[in-house]
Structure formats: structure tokens, C-alpha cells
């Protein structure tokens, strides 16, 4: 059974604090991804990684980072938390498909982290 | 750039109505077609995709989509739904293959109403 962890489903921060948010993947799935899920906009895009030290921005990596340092382990960083940064964060890892009917472009999704920012 | 569309964000239906979520996507190049569901409290799980092949897919739950190119549509269906079907529901588009990144709609939000 494919399996996506994250550190905490709830996490509550303050303004200004370094915050770490941990996802781990059981698949050994080359693609990591983190979205941040809001009422009304769906999930949006932080950061993905296709390779362990590879990373590119997603549509809004304003004020976060990542690090993946293993294959299996996607760290998303909030180096001064604000309060817009209150939100639903979902990891998420996908293999690398060789063609277009491998049926490999599945995401499997972590349960999430509520994070509140004070 | 890719981009989904999820007309409604939220749908109300009685239970053992049949249900209609309606998707449109836009991209210039062949795509890959995910409907995600999200149960209250959970990460998403996928109910079906659409790769190749036969444009209408069938998927968990009793759930299928149509593909229909001309239309640039994936409406996700269901005959006859019940209260447990009560989640949001996520459409979603990528490029074939590789890294590439997904684009999600806003979500629907499916009530089912016994």
C-alpha cells in the first residue's frame, strides 16, 4: 500500500518563526510536490522536486523554500512565518512515466498539515 | 500554460440523484486528465484519470468521466449517489509524461442531501 507521510496534521506558529514541514514517501518516487490548499482556490503549486538536490519553483514559492537531500524525504521551509502563510499544506509524490500509457502520472497525497501562523 | 476550470464550486443533490461535476481545461498539447476526490479531513485520493485510449473512463466508487477534445471537457458523473459521496472534488490536468507540473481546478464541492 503506497504511503505519503507528513510530520504534523497540525501545526500553530508564530509570526516570524522558522517552520519546517516534513513529507516522506514510502514508493521511491522520483517526484515531490507541495501545494497549499485554500477555500476557493484549489490547490496551488509551492515547490516540486524530480531528483534528490533538484528543485523548481511552482506558482507561488514566494516565502517558502525546500530542501530534498534523500529520494524519499521533501522538507518545505517557511523561514518567517507570516500570517498569510496560514493555510492547508499537501505533499505529494509521483513517478517519472516512460510513456504515456504507463498509467505511472498518478499523485499520491499526504493527509495534509494545518498550519496556523499567529 | 494549462488551466482548469471547475464551473461550480459547490453542488448540492438529493441522495440517488444522478450527478454531473462539470471540467474544462485548456492546453495546446496533449494532456493527461485526473479527477482527485477530498474526503473532509484527508489528502486527496484518485478517483480516475484519463492517459490514452477510450474517452470515457471508469473509476472507483462508481464514478466515470468523458473526454471529449472538441469540447476540451472531462465532466466527471455519477448515476446515483450517495451520502458518503459527500466530499470536494478536484479536477486536474498535466502534460504527458516526465516532471511536469499538475494544474488543479478550485474544486466542487459535492452535498449530498438525504
Known amino acids: 500500500d503506497v504511503k505519503v507521510t507528513q510530520s504534523s496534521r497540525y501545526l500553530v506558529k508564530r509570526t516570524g518563526e522558522k517552520v519546517f514541514l516534513e513529507c516522506v514517501q514510502d514508493?521511491?518516487?522520483?517526484?515531490m510536490f507541495w501545494y497549499r490548499q485554500d477555500p476557493g482556490l484549489g490547490l496551488r503549486l509551492i515547490y516540486f522536486s524530480y531528483d534528490v538536490k533538484m528543485k523548481e519553483k511552482g506558482d507561488i514559492p514566494e516565502g517558502y523554500s525546500v530542501s530534498r537531500e534523500k529520494k524519499e524525504r521533501f522538507s518545505l521551509i517557511l523561514e518567517s512565518a507570516s500570517t498569510n502563510q496560514t493555510s492547508m499544506y499537501l505533499c505529494a509524490s509521483r513517478r517519472t512515466s516512460g510513456s504515456s500509457s504507463s498509467g505511472t502520472d498518478t499523485q499520491y497525497f499526504g493527509p495534509g498539515t494545518r498550519l496556523t501562523v499567529l | 500554460a494549462q488551466s482548469v476550470t471547475q464551473l461550480d464550486s459547490q453542488v448540492p443533490v438529493f441522495e440517488e440523484a444522478p450527478v454531473e461535476l462539470r471540467c474544462n481545461y485548456s492546453s495546446s498539447v496533449s494532456v493527461y486528465l485526473f479527477w482527485y476526490v477530498q474526503y473532509p479531513n484527508q489528502g486527496l485520493q484518485l478517483l480516475l484519470k484519463?492517459?490514452?485510449?477510450?474517452?470515457l473512463v471508469k473509476g472507483i466508487n462508481g464514478f466515470e468521466a468523458e473526454f471529449n477534445k472538441s469540447q476540451t471537457s472531462f465532466h466527471l458523473r455519477k448515476p446515483s449517489v450517495h451520502i458518503s459521496d459527500t466530499a470536494e472534488y478536484f479536477c486536474?490536468?498535466?502534460?504527458?509524461?516526465?516532471?511536469?507540473?499538475?494544474?488543479f481546478g478550485t474544486g466542487t464541492k459535492l452535498q449530498v442531501i438525504p
Open positions: 486536474a490536468v498535466s502534460y504527458s509524461g516526465g516532471y511536469q507540473k499538475v494544474t
Open positions: 514508493m521511491d518516487h522520483e517526484n
Open positions: 484519463y492517459l490514452s485510449g477510450s474517452t
